[in-house]
């Protein structure tokens, strides 16, 4: 790889094949004396003095495209040491300029410009150790301290050689760099040295050689959830996982950060009981495929397949005694599970009438115990009983026999108001 001298190098390297070109070519015989430069257009005098010369600018960097991914950089797990030296690949962009004494100079110095980089459209090694070797146009004079054990000469050493490509610029887009240049205008044809490659030096640690690798082939087998049965669970109770690819080698389902253990019996469905500690309300669920790996095989968490997330409802549950009553201006005290933390939403619902449980201290721990207000106002009579925590409603007993007055309806909890 190159060292951050190879942009100079480049433009050096050019400089100098054009330079020698044009001798070779006795161009001096017709045109007069010239010469060639790499300065910015602005600097070049013109006018009734404009001297016979070219002119190689840079006016522009840009990142390659087809090298800016390699090797991202990466440093160690304390963002200390690095652990690779990442190339920084650029594109160098030339106007090549002709400047002229007399009538047509400017064309014919531009022509021969143009042929000799047609004739040479990859920079060959030889040719940029020649051009950058002594006495070297990127002298020491012109190199920072820090430039210690790098040479221009890094430039043709780099894994991938330099192209000249030319670039076509409509009137437009010359018009706009002429403009940015605020330069006289004068013939010129632009190209894209392509590519250069900056790398650093800094020592990079080296892993020990694997002794004996362990290869593990899993097929693609991704799971799905389709549908949650019942969308609303009881803590203890049984939520049914239905869908395809459910079954793995090793089976987990996740319930946002706890996850279970599960051995499924078909590939179709999984049954499987909430953990303890979810809160009441809206959670979710996915099913993992870990996957084992070394020797012996050892499960990896976050190395598998994971299933699309899916919502379900736990339902709060009232474990009171009944029968259940209150008075009128007094309280209601209800045991529930699973707690209610401080920063959930509880309504108690008595029939059709809502009743907000009153603010608890932000620092109260989850509570199992709820008291709710019974207003004054509050019709007397035996209505239907239920607690709402964060949207989720605890479920009312159903009569299922057949053979009763009240099949099919709501049976409890219920709770007399006197």
Do not use: C
């Not at 009743?355 to 109260?364: D, E, G, K, Q, V």
């Amino acid at each position: 790889m190159s060292s951050p001298l190879a942009i100079a190098a480049v433009t050096a390297v050019l400089k100098d094949l054009l330079n020698d070109g044009l001798i070779k070519h006795d161009l001096a015989a017709n045109v007069g004396s010239f010469s060639v430069s790499s300065l910015p257009p602005d600097r070049i005098e013109t006018g009734a003095q404009e001297p016979n010369q070219l002119n190689l600018f840079l006016y522009a960097v840009t990142p390659n495209a087809g090298w800016r991914n390699a090797g991202l950089p990466s440093l160690d797990s304390r963002g200390n040491g690095r652990l690779n030296n990442p190339p920084l690949a650029l594109d160098l962009h030339y106007l090549l300029t002709a400047y002229g004494r007399d009538d047509l100079n400017a064309e014919i110095l531009l022509g021969y410009g143009m042929y000799l980089l047609h004739q040479m459209p990859v920079l060959a090694r030889a040719e940029i150790r020649q051009a950058l070797t002594t006495p070297s146009p990127v002298t020491t004079a012109l190199q920072p301290p820090t430039a210690s054990g790098w040479t221009a000469t890094d430039l043709a050493d780099q894994i991938e050689q330099i192209k000249l490509i030319p670039q076509a610029m409509n009137a437009e887009e010359l018009s706009k760099l002429w403009s940015a240049l605020q330069a006289r205008y004068r013939p010129s044809a632009a190209y894209v040295a392509s590519v250069v490659l900056i790398q650093a030096t800094t020592p990079t640690p080296t892993a020990i050689p694997v002794r004996q690798p362990v290869v593990t082939v899993t097929p693609f087998r991704r799971p799905f959830v389709a549908e949650l049965e019942p969308q609303a669970v009881l803590t203890g109770g049984t939520l049914a996982i239905k869908g395809f690819n459910l079954k793995g080698a090793s089976t987990m389902v996740s319930f946002g950060a706890s996850a279970v253990s599960v051995n499924p019996a078909s590939d179709e469905r999984i049954d499987v009981s909430p953990p303890a500690g979810l809160r009441a309300g809206v959670n979710t669920v996915q099913v993992l495929h870990e996957v084992s790996l070394g020797k012996p095989p050892t499960a990896h968490p976050g190395v598998g397949f994971e299933s699309n997330v899916v919502a379900f409802v736990l339902a709060p549950r009232i474990t009171t005694a009944t029968p259940i009553t209150a008075a009128r201006g007094a309280t209601l005290t209800l045991d529930v599970t699973p707690p209610v933390a401080s920063d959930q939403r509880v309504v108690l619902l008595i029939g059709d009438q809502a009743l907000p449980l009153p603010a608890r201290s932000a620092a109260a721990p989850p509570a199992s115990t709820l008291s709710f207000p019974i207003p004054v106002n509050l019709s007397p009579g035996t209505f239907l009983l239920r607690v709402q925590v964060d949207g989720a409603q605890s479920l009312l007993a159903v009569d299922t026999d057949k053979d009763s007055p009240t099949f099919n309806q709501y049976t409890g909890p219920r709770v007399t108001i006197t």
